[in-house]
């Protein structure tokens, strides 16, 4: 009976027998999607050395999206949102480090100064140390109480706040803003949302899309004000906030909410000396300048053969998907990470699924109008649909991500035609 195994499984089994040695220790600095996400698949790819996973926060590893929505509604508690039930976390056997901050990476002696004084030494080290929301930089802020939502805390410290008869300005535009906007609403809170841009979400989404928002939240009682610059902000002596604009107009209201952005958490590695812009730098396999250390999930800049450039995707497919391939990576396996970009939000019912990059230069094929219930607005260069963002439509946008995905021409005329299914495009 023949034993051999083909070369590429030897090596496979090889990079995972040296990495398994006893003394191999893995750690992963942040427990976010990305960080969970990696420990399971250390486990599920049969590593069995020391695993150790620090967070910043008492939770165990747990997703965001539901912050904005159930968890911020009060329709769930915040343990819905872990990513593993107790028993499944407890079987990855990790060594968890909760509350915990690394304070330094020494990658000369590859050991992390803990906040505690502990040093903590790795063979192979995983960055998964995400963003937090960016402040607020108007006079005032420093000393006027706002909210941000980044966090299970900061989701349960906002939740009181949106109650009928409260009243909520939101600065930013964005995505978090508006999920914070609707579940405002849908609680009976009256709310304003205040962003600086001519439209809404206008870094991430067309203008067509960025209509459809604009009358969705007006449909709904929110009130928009764009192109809206903030001088300042204020607390009254009554105790509420006051928010005044450029154009000499003021907003009271019971709370601020801030969504303005995110900061890529790099701090560590910049300090560390690893290569960083706008995030950490890595490659298609989420390794970063130093060979030892990978990085996954909202801080890494990585290369997207999508969008044709380096990027920092903030999404929780691309948290899931990098950790995987960190861990795997990490491992001594092939990785080479191209999964197509995939983004959805979830606001007064409706959801809103974006696959790929929709760009102004693209000619617009719609299955359906953005003003409608349901649609899909596929994205085209030439023939070939390059992007696709619809509206409580998962079933066409199913096929539209299989059309991007293979790069196949299309009929145009075929493609708009709703009497002709997706599936047949």
Known sequence: MNSERPDGAAATAAAIAATTAPAATIVIIGAGQAGGWAARTLRSEGFTGRLVLIGDETHPPYERPPLSKAVLAGEVAPASTWLLKPEAFEALRPEWWADMRVVRIDRGAKCLEMSNGERLCYDKLILCTGGRARALAVPGAESTPSYTLRTIGDALSLAPELRPGRSIVVIGGGWIG????????????????????????????????????????GAHGTRVVLGARITGIAQGADGLSVVALADGSTLTCHAIVAGVGLVPNDELARDAGLECDGGVIVDRSCRTSDPDIFAAGDVAVAPNPWAGRRLRLESWQNAQDQGVAAARAALGLP????????????????????YGFPLRS?????????????????????????AAVGANAARDLRFARRLIEQRRQVDPDRLADPNVPMAKQ
């Open 362 to 386: 693209h000619r617009v094929v719609a299955r359906g109008t953005p003003c409608g219930d349901s649609f899909v607005l596929c994205y085209l260069d030439g023939d070939v649909v390059r």
């Open 178 to 217: 508006l999920e914070v906007a609707a579940t405002a609403r849908q609680n009976g809170a009256e709310v304003t949302v205040v962003e600086a841009q001519s439209r809404l979400c206008e870094r991430t989404v067309p203008p067509e899309i960025s209509e459809h928002l604009l009358g969705l939240h």
């Open 335 to 354: 990785v080479d990470e191209e999964s197509l970009p995939w983004f959805w939000s979830d606001q007064y019912g409706v959801n809103l699924q974006i």
